[in-house]
């Protein structure tokens, strides 16, 4: 049967259909011709599969049998229908319709002619019904013929389809399989390194760009490691055991999937640096503030919301915070202790101001608090308490007005205020540039100060003027008083409220 596919032609697609299964229109079978197409097809499957191994795959050949659906109905349609006409029958068919026209339209021109003979009409209408059905027995050939057509379309696409999804198997396969191999290559490499720290000390440890999916427990147990570097792997977890660590100085555990760290990490009380950016972490263990040696933080790039209460009282030492690309909406009121904090970058967050605290970060050179958008919208009074500040951008945020003592930040070089609707300073003297800004905000924070002293010095003139006016009018009340004592002379009877001291 023609909808019956040549292996030669359609190779894959011969394939996966062979394996659909087909309910025959007759139970009755018999064994196949010589000519038959399936009596090939154990044969065929064979050769296929040696050459195409993957199409032997479950999922490749459900994703196949998924992307011919098309091809699979169309071809249980025909067989139902039978095959294609030949090219014979097919110009016959279109010849018979053809005349079948022609002899309709003389036979109106008859029934015009002869419109009021019964008989007549009712022989055309006999005729007419018979012709119908003439018409759509050879209307039902050429149908079949173009749904054969469209087979043969659909054919080719289904064999251009089943060859993409086969390449695209045969290279994830092979992708898979350079993973595997590299995980076993990685596994001898962590292997190699455990055996290597119990015949002698290490003291650095690179392991980045491996795609760890685990880290082994046994690492906790190597002694005098200074350096931990797990750098863009795909480390989930990392185990308690890395506690044991007690001399290391650096760990960075960036780029991985970590969503948390281990309590125990309080533990490395000698850690200098510790990178856990672009994971996702949501928030940072308190335990972190025991390992009050750190000196560089870098938490950028998480689903962070906040930080430990007591961050600031326990890293005293901390030079170096990295917390940009967050969700952060405020700092612990402890981020003033940081004493020793140089460099502060908060960008992307969503911060709704700092602390009053925060004055207190007086050796802070660098400050980013750009794109925090709508959140923050002021900053504290002590903000000009930051003597060593010498970098600052504050773009993109919603601040109308600076602090009214920023003209104290001497040593401030550099200044970004885009993005914000700033009244204090105005937009021209913004644009001057930073040391115009520190001008201005130091012109009008002498102002302010004149004035209140001036406010001042009216008080107290007037709390004079106040006491004086008390002084006199009481000395005029005294002086009344033993007027009015004498006039009454020293017999009349005394008066105790007269007498009493004003």
């Known amino acids: ?81 039978g095959p294609r006409p030949d090219h014979e029958t097919v ?48 209307n039902s050939i050429l149908k079949l013929n173009e749904l054969h057509e469209s087979y043969e379309k659909l054919l080719k696409e289904g064999e251009e389809r089943l060859v993409r999804i086969y390449e695209s198997a045969e290279k994830k396969a092979a992708a898979v399989a350079e993973e595997e191999a590299k995980e076993v290559e990685v596994n001898e490499e962590v292997v190699s390194i455990l055996q290597q720290a119990e015949e002698k000390p ?41 506690a044991g660590l007690h001399s290391l100085l650096e760990l960075d555990l960036s780029t991985n999937f970590l969503e948390t760290l281990p309590d125990s990490i309080g533990l490395l009380t000698k850690l200098k640096i510790l990178n856990v950016s672009c ?14 040696s750190l000196v560089v933080l870098d938490a950028s790039y998480n689903n962070l919301t906040y930080l430990p209460t007591n961050i600031g009282f326990e890293l005293v030492h901390l030079e170096k ?31 709704n101001g700092l602390p009053e605290s925060f004055g207190m970060l007086t050796n802070l050179e660098y400050l980013n608090l750009s ?9 504290p009074a ?12 504050l773009s993109n945020n919603q601040i109308h007005s600076l602090p009214d003592a920023f003209g104290t930040l001497v040593n401030l ?23 115009a800004v520190k001008m201005y905000m130091g012109k009008r924070w002498v102002s302010m100060l004149e004035e209140e002293e001036k406010m001042a010095n009216m008080k107290e003139e007037m709390d004079q003027a106040n006491a004086d006016w008390l002084a006199r009018t009481t000395s005029k009340l005294k002086t009344y008083v033993t007027e009015v004592s004498e006039y009454l002379g020293s017999n009349s009877p005394k008066d105790p409220f007269l007498d009493q001291q004003l």
């Open 382 to 393: 002590s903000f000009g308490d930051l003597i060593s500040l010498q970098e600052l951008d």
């Open 413 to 435: 070089t550099k200044l970004n205020l885009d993005q914000n609707p700033l009244v204090v300073p105005p937009d021209e003297v913004v644009k001057q540039g930073v040391d």
């Open 202 to 242: 290490l003291d650095r440890v690179d392991l980045s760009g491996r795609k760890l999916k685990l880290l082994p427990e046994a690492f906790g147990r190597i002694q005098g490691l200074l350096v931990l570097n797990l750098y863009n792997n795909q480390l989930e977890a990392i185990p308690d055991s890395i």
């Open 1 to 81: 049967m023609a909808m019956e596919l040549n292996p030669n032609n359609f190779p894959v697609l011969s394939y996966v259909l062979d394996r659909l299964p087909f309910t025959p229109k007759s139970s009755t079978s018999s064994p196949p011709s010589k000519s038959d197409p399936s009596s090939s097809s154990s044969s065929h499957s064979i050769e296929i599969v040696t050459q195409m191994p993957h199409l032997a795959h479950p999922d490749v050949l459900a994703s196949m049998t998924s992307a011919i659906a098309d091809v699979s109905q169309t071809r249980s349609v025909l067989r139902t229908l």
């Open 321 to 351: 915070l990295l917390i940009h690309l967050n969700k952060i909406r405020s700092l612990p009121t402890s981020v003033g202790e940081m004493r020793s904090l140089r460099y502060l970058d908060a960008h992307f967050n969503e911060l």
């Open 279 to 292: 994971n996702k972490l949501t928030t940072l263990p308190d335990s972190i503030c025991k390992c009050g």
């Open 91 to 138: 110009d016959k068919a279109r010849a018979r319709l053809a005349e079948i026209d022609a002899s309709l339209s003389e036979s109106f021109e008859e029934i015009a002619l002869s419109a009021n003979d019964v008989d007549v009409a009712e022989k055309e209408q006999k005729r007419r019904e018979a012709v119908d059905q003439e018409k759509t027995w050879y």
């Open 371 to 379: 794109s925090n958008f709508s959140d923050l919208q002021d900053l």
